[in-house]
């Protein structure tokens, strides 16, 4: 499988960004779960949010709720990572995430993706 990020780049505090994620290869169509992390400078890479292929209700992290939303176009083989109200915390490098199954509160744990893209920088300015 593989995941190619797009779309990051520079905005001012309040703005809005929405982020690609494309997947790809010969295992794509058994992925269940797609998902964002994020990694600012000095820190540890970090949940943002998840959805699975076959739907249901997705998954964010306390810091992004009513901010974010995340999004999937099966036809497209793409996920999408609509951020509004952005803040200078936001700023970090975002990364894609995949794997076949994630189940209950693993879906949070960097660990629990087999799948990597190569993420995507994002740039908060106050």
């Known amino acids: 499988v593989q995941l190619q990020a797009f779309w990051g780049g520079l905005v001012q505090a309040g703005g809005s960004l929405t982020l690609s994620c494309a997947a790809s290869?010969?295992?794509?169509?058994?992925?269940?779960?797609m998902a964002w992390f994020r990694q600012a400078p000095g820190k540890e890479r970090d949940f943002v949010s998840g959805?699975?292929?076959?739907?249901?209700?997705?998954y964010y992290a306390d810091s992004v709720k009513g901010r974010f939303t995340i999004s999937r176009d099966n036809t497209k083989n793409t996920v999408y990572l609509h951020m509004n109200s952005l803040k200078p915390e936001d700023t970090a490098v975002y990364y894609c995430?995949?794997?076949?199954?994630?189940?209950?509160?693993?879906?949070?744990?960097?660990?629990?993706?087999?799948?990597w893209g190569q993420g995507t920088e994002v740039t908060v300015s106050s």
């Open positions: 959805i699975r292929w076959s739907g249901g209700s997705p």
């Open positions: 290869g010969r295992t794509f169509s058994r992925l269940g779960m």
């Open positions: 995430a995949a794997d076949l199954a994630v189940h209950g509160s693993t879906v949070y744990y960097r660990k629990s993706y087999a799948y």
